[in-house]
Structure formats: C-alpha cells, structure tokens
C-alpha cells in the first residue's frame, strides 16, 4: 500500500511542481516515446545481457513482493516454532529412529503435514531435515553445526537476492543511458544549427528529456524498488535463521521448551507471538 502511495507521491511532485513552476509538457510528452524507447530498451537489453535467465524470470515473478512484502507472516513465525518444537521433542523423547521417518519423507510425516505453508518453501523443509539428518549421524558438535547453517543460509541469501542486486545495477546504469539519448538528441540538433533559435531550442529541450528520464526512473522508481526488494529478501531470511537458531539451542542440551523459546526471541517484533500465545500453539499441536 506504501509503496502505491510512494509512486503516486513521486509522480505528483515531481511534474506537478514542474506544472506550477510554469513548465509546459507538450515538448515532453512529444519526446517520451522515443526517449523511452531508447533508454528504457537500453536497460531491459542489459539486464537481459548481465543476468542469467534463472534470475532474469525471478526477478519477473518477484515484482508481487514490492507491494505484498515478505512472504512469512506472524502466524508462520508461530507454526515454525511449534514444528520445530515437535521435531526436537520427539528427537529427545522418542530417540533417533522415531525422528528419521519424519525427516527422510516429510511430505509423508504427521508433523509436517500440519504446517502445509512451511512443506511448500523447499528450502525451509530440507534446512530442517538435513540438519537433523547430520545430528541423527553423530554430528552433535553446535559449532561445526551452526558453522554449517550459516553456509548454507548464506548460499541461499545470495541466490534469493539476485534479482534486487539486478534492479540495483538497472538503476545505476540509466542516468547514463539517459546520457547516451541525450547526446544522440544533441546530434540531432546539432544537424540542424542552421534553423532559428525557437526550433533549436525545442530540439534542445528533446535532447534534455532523456537525462531527465534516466535520472528520475533511477532514482524515482527503479533504485527504490531494488531497496524493497533487498529488504524483503532480508525479512525473509530472518525466517531460516531462527530454524538455525532453534536446532543449535537444541544442540546445546536444552529442553525442547527452550529451544523453541530461544528461537521466539530472536523474531522480528512485529511477527513476534508472546510466550502465551506460543503456549497456546504448543498445546493444540500435540506430537505424535
């Protein structure tokens, strides 16, 4: 909804305060075909050059996320908890062989199929399960553990944030592409030095509405939506972290009920469940 605002802001602004200024638009609006064309297929052309298809089509179906923002919501924080408290539980109570058939086929296991939204995020199910896999071989060092988490959560950071790094360097280039229409307008112009100053002059203002094109969809629209896209990409990880956070406490000795609690801390406060509320999860989610 912000974001909506955002734009319309911007939008509103900046030609409404040209419009007051005294400014007139019909040069503008008789050069914006050409200049857009120009410099907006310049930068879809090196986008498409500079990254690869994977990113190319992420970055297309990750256009939702500017305006519905992070995918994971208070009440998956909750139900991540209560699986991981299910899991360690029953690792603790049950041993090692009552865990393996959740984690060798959890699209099969009783646990998982409660939190049908976390079964869908591949990469949430399998950081579980082959972390768990690991404990269930021996590995219960938390260091060498968590030193292996963070491989991972970082691999998968960097994957996921591709295709804001792609909008970013969009961004970074189209006030020189609006450079490069500018002077291609300016040699136009040039070709017609012999006319009067009223039509150099409109020849002239052309030229000059394709650095003002780069510049304002670099910094009006396309670095902000980069920005966004970073800081979703972000929120999201925090997600995967607590998961790390959960399965190290565990790690550590801790009961399940603490672990769980550890990881609770470490929530953003605005998904945050109180202590009762996660109680309450707890509760309606027995183990098997």
Known sequence: MFQII??????????????????????????LPFEFMM?????????LIGNSGK???KTLGDFGKLISGPKWKASDYRDLLSLLFLLTKTMKTKGVIALE????????SAIFSRYPKIMKDHFAVDFICDTLRMMTMNLEDPHQVEDAMEKQLEKHHHEASGPAHALQNMADALPALGIVAAVLGII??????DQPPVILGAKIGSALVGTFLGVFLAYGLVGPF??????????EAIFYHIIQNV??????????????EIGRGNVPSAFQPSFLELEEALSAAPAE
Do not use: C, W
């Open 6 to 31: 955002g734009i319309l802001v911007v939008f509103i602004m900046v030609f409404g305060g040209f419009m007051l200024a005294g400014g007139h638009f019909d040069i503008i609006i008789k050069a």
């Open 39 to 47: 410099i907006g297929g310049a930068a879809i052309g090196a986008f």
């Open 55 to 57: 990113t190319v089509m």
């Open 101 to 108: 058939s959740h984690i060798e086929k959890p699209q099969e």
């Open 188 to 193: 136009k112009t040039m070709g017609a030095i």
């Open 226 to 235: 980069a920005s966004r896209l970073k800081g979703v990409y972000d929120e």
């Open 247 to 260: 399965l190290v406490a565990h790690l550590h000795g801790n009961a399940a009920q603490i672990s769980v």
